[in-house]
C-alpha cells in the first residue's frame, strides 16, 4: 500500500478562494513531513516541513499546514489563492528506518480559475 | 547560492544507446539522490548515496546504474536504453538537519526520450 497518499489528482480553485490539499502518511514514513510544489518544467521547491512541536507551520507565499497524528494527515492549505500558485504540490513523508529517504505522494496538479 | 544543477536538460538517445547524467551539487550534502518522474506515479527513488563512493538501490534500480566519485557529484547510468526509460529525471541533494530528520533540495531535472 501507498506510504504517502494524496487522494486528489487535480484541484480547481477560482482565484481569491481558499485551499485545501489533502495528504495522508501511513506508519511506514515517520512524522517527518513535507509539501513542495513544482512549476511547469521545473524541479521540486520545498513549501514547508513538520519536524515537531506546533502542528501547524507555516511555510512559503502565504501556505501553511496541519499535522495531525490521530488523522495520519498533513494537509496544506492557503486562505486566498493567487493564479500564480498553479502547479503541481507534492507531499512527502521521511522513510522509517533511516536512511533519509523520502516516499512522495503522486501529486496534487492545482488549477486556479480566474 | 548553494545549488543543485544538472546536464544535460534535455536528452534524446537511442535504444541500446548508453546514457550518462550528471548531477553537480554546492551544499555540500552529504546525501544525493536520483529519482524518475512519470505521470501518475509522482517521484519514485532509483539510486542514492551517502557520500563519495557509496550508492545504494533505491525503490526501482533495474536498468540504471549510479557512480559518485566525489560528494559533488552523482552520476546515473543507462547502461542500454530502452524506450521504458523515457522520463524526467531529478537529483537532489541532502543531509540531516537534527539527530533524526532530514530535508532534500532538488535540481531542475533532465527530459530525456529514448526512441
Known amino acids: 500500500a501507498q506510504s504517502v497518499t494524496q487522494p486528489d489528482a487535480r484541484v480547481t480553485v477560482s482565484e481569491g478562494a481558499s485551499l485545501q490539499l489533502r495528504c495522508k502518511y501511513s506508519s511506514s514514513v515517520t512524522p517527518y513531513l513535507f509539501w513542495y510544489v513544482q512549476y511547469p518544467r521545473q524541479g521540486l521547491q520545498l513549501l514547508l516541513k513538520?519536524?515537531?512541536?506546533?502542528?501547524v507551520v507555516q511555510g512559503v507565499n502565504g501556505f501553511e499546514a496541519e499535522f495531525s497524528k490521530s488523522n495520519s494527515s498533513f494537509h496544506l492549505r492557503k486562505a486566498s489563492v493567487h493564479w500564480s500558485d498553479s502547479a503541481v504540490y507534492f507531499c512527502a513523508g521521511q522513510n522509517t528506518g533511516g536512511a533519509d529517504r523520502l516516499t512522495f505522494g503522486k501529486g496534487t496538479q492545482l488549477i486556479i480559475q480566474p | 547560492e548553494a545549488a543543485v544543477t544538472q546536464s544535460p536538460r534535455n536528452k534524446v538517445a537511442v535504444t541500446g544507446g548508453k546514457v550518462t547524467l550528471s548531477c553537480n551539487q554546492t551544499n555540500n550534502h552529504n546525501n544525493m539522490y536520483w529519482y524518475r518522474q512519470d505521470t501518475g506515479h509522482g517521484l519514485r527513488l532509483i539510486h542514492y548515496s551517502y557520500g563519495a563512493g557509496s550508492t545504494e538501490k533505491g525503490d526501482i534500480p533495474d536498468g540504471y546504474k549510479a557512480s559518485r566519485p566525489s560528494q559533488e557529484n552523482f552520476s546515473l547510468i543507462l547502461e542500454l536504453a530502452t524506450p521504458s526509460q523515457t522520463s524526467v529525471y531529478f537529483c537532489?541533494?541532502?543531509?540531516?538537519?537534527?539527530?533524526?530528520?532530514?530535508?532534500?533540495?532538488f535540481g531542475p531535472g533532465t527530459r530525456l526520450t529514448v526512441l
Open positions: 513538520y519536524y515537531s512541536g506546533d502542528p
Open positions: 537532489a541533494s541532502g543531509d540531516r538537519l537534527g539527530v533524526n530528520y532530514a530535508e532534500q533540495f
